[in-house]
């Protein structure tokens, strides 16, 4: 199997070169834009596997970057941002970005949420390839073309919050801990990204109607089996 493909935008050219020498190292093929427009041209390009987007960048900024590729082709998004604002983060994450990581960061850290990102995607076609279709109070799922919709209406889902979804759905009413869906879903081995959860949480209710996941504080969420 040929090298995963990451395409590293960010416009401080020492972050960048950073960001590309370590990957490198971790045995990736590694692309490098330094402004919106170059990080749009070159996605178009390679077709990456991943991208580690900035979100202050030259030309336009992160957010838009994330919305023209998404719009062409889903493929995992990890943002960089200087802020540790949750309205910037909820934003970037309604436009297809599937995870963020907090300036400044820990090299291994950013490597560790790709690979996350990328097993992932694995996982989600392996899942896809069992073409099965869920009904269930108003919402269908069908996991082999990854279309939803809603009482009849088709809705739009980032390939992460897809993903989300399946796996609340998979067991209706049964209570997903935080641990469980952090490791399903994203991957990650700890609740480290519970903050991250919550954004897609919030995400998906705006997508498929809040009455159909419920919170369950201090443990997790569930799909919600109406009466």
């Known amino acids: ?5 990451v395409l590293v935008v960010e416009d401080d050219p020492t972050i960048n070169q950073a960001l590309t020498d370590r990957l490198t190292a ?7 834009a330094f402004d919106g427009p170059s990080a749009v041209t070159a996605a178009a390009t390679h077709n990456p596997d991943a991208v580690i987007l900035d ?9 838009e970057v994330c919305r023209r590729i998404q719009a062409t082709r889903a493929v995992p998004v990890l943002m960089l941002t200087a802020r540790d ?7 970037g994450l309604g436009v297809g970005a599937d995870d963020y990581v907090t300036k400044p960061f820990r090299m291994r850290e950013v490597v560790a ?3 996350a990102l990328l097993r992932r995607v694995d996982r989600a076609r392996t899942m896809s390839s069992a073409g099965e ?3 269930i109070h108003g919402l269908t799922v069908d996991r082999s073309s990854r279309r939803v919709q809603v009482d009849g ?24 801990t935080h641990d469980d869906l952090m490791r399903e879903v994203w991957g990650w081995p700890d609740t480290s990204g519970t903050r991250t959860l919550a954004s897609h ?10 009455q159909r996941v419920r919170t369950v504080h201090g443990v997790g969420y569930a799909f919600e089996v109406q009466s």
């Open 26 to 32: 971790e045995g990736f093929v590694v692309h490098q």
């Open 1 to 5: 199997m040929p090298p995963a493909t």
């Open 201 to 210: 949480i919030k995400a998906l209710r705006a997508k498929i109607g809040p």
């Open 55 to 63: 979100v202050m960048l030259p030309g336009f900024d992160g957010l």
């Open 133 to 135: 279709t869920v009904t």
């Open 85 to 91: 604002d949750e309205t910037d983060l909820i934003i």
């Open 153 to 176: 209406s088709p809705v739009h889902l980032t390939p992460l919050e897809f993903d989300l979804l399946v796996a609340l759905i998979e067991e209706p009413g049964v209570v997903r």
């Open 113 to 115: 949420r790709v690979h």
